[in-house]
């Protein structure tokens, strides 16, 4: 069964960089569609991006869009979060789960329905 673990959240300040991974174990992670995903205090979690297996199809929601890259290295089993121009709204636990699918349309509530897979996530604090 596929294991995932994120690393890489800290505290930054705003508008700084920071790189999240998601390192998978027990499986390919070749195998599946990925997806990041985070949980504000007090908030629903929600789907923030998303990538195919070949890695050459992504997609993100509004909020982080232009601002933080998905990507992935199939050869070593690691999903991967740039986020550049961190905001104080970034504030929150980041996760990665395997998705059925990364549709164009994509809908950051229906892709935490259909996630499977889940990390433990990793906490991102952007202090202003």
């Known amino acids: 069964q596929l294991q995932l673990v994120e690393f890489g959240g800290d505290l930054v300040q705003s508008g700084m960089s920071l790189r999240l991974s998601c390192q998978a174990s027990?499986?390919?992670?070749?195998?599946?569609?990925m997806g990041w995903f985070r949980q504000a205090l007090g908030k629903e979690r929600e789907g923030i991006s998303c990538?195919?297996?070949?890695?050459?199809?992504?997609n993100y929601v509004d909020s982080v869009k232009d601002r933080f890259t998905i990507s992935r290295d199939n050869a070593k089993n690691i999903l991967y979060l740039q986020m550049n121009n961190v905001k104080s709204d970034d504030t929150a636990v980041y996760y990665c789960?395997?998705?059925?699918?990364?549709?164009?349309?994509?809908?950051?509530?229906?892709?935490?329905?259909?996630?499977?897979?889940w990390g433990q996530g990793t906490q991102v604090t952007v202090s202003a």
């Open positions: 990538i195919n297996i070949n890695g050459d199809s992504t």
């Open positions: 789960a395997t998705v059925p699918e990364c549709p164009e349309q994509y809908d950051p509530w229906g892709a935490v329905r259909r996630a499977t897979f």
């Open positions: 027990g499986d390919r992670m070749s195998y599946y569609d």
